[in-house]
C-alpha cells in the first residue's frame, strides 16, 4: 500500500480525463452564470403580462356581473379601468372598449346584433422602453349563451 501511495505522490501533472472533467464542469458553470441576466429579464417581464393578464380577467368578470343592460357601447378608444394594479405596471394603461356585434359574427337578421356586444380589455405598459400590449375580447350576450 506504501508503494502505490508513494509512487501515486511522485506523479506529476494531470490526466487526459482530469483535464476533461474539469473543462466540463468550468464550461457547464460559464454557461450557468452568462443565462443568469436573461433569465432575470424573463422572470420580470412575465411578472408584467402576468399581471395584465389578472387586470383583463378581473374586468372581463366585473363587467359580465353588470349584466347586458349596463353594457352601453363607448368611445372607439374605450373608457379607463380603476383597477390599483395597473400603477404597478411601467407606464400603464387599461381600457374597456364596449361595441355593437360585429357583423360578421351576428349577420342572423333576426335583430340578434341588438342583444350580443362584444367586450375588449387592452391593458398596456412599456418595457425596456418598448411597448407592449395584452387585450382580451369577448362577447356578451342578452340572457346569456345561446
Known sequence: MKQFLSKFLAQ???SLVEIILLTGVVGMIILVVANIPNAINLVGSSKYESLAREIAAKTIADTR?????????N?????????????????????????????????????EENMVKKVTIQVSWKENSQAKDFSIVTLVSDGGLR
Not at 65 to 73: I, P, Q, S, W, Y
Not at 77 to 98: E, T, Y
Open 12 to 14: 506529476k501533472g494531470f
Open 65 to 73: 356581473a353588470k349584466g347586458f343592460d349596463a353594457l352601453a357601447n
Open 75 to 111: 368611445a372607439p378608444n374605450g373608457i379607463s379601468i380603476n383597477d390599483s394594479r395597473v400603477v404597478k405596471l411601467p407606464g400603464g394603461s387599461a381600457n374597456l372598449i364596449i361595441e355593437a356585434c360585429p357583423q360578421e359574427i351576428c349577420s342572423g337578421g333576426s335583430g
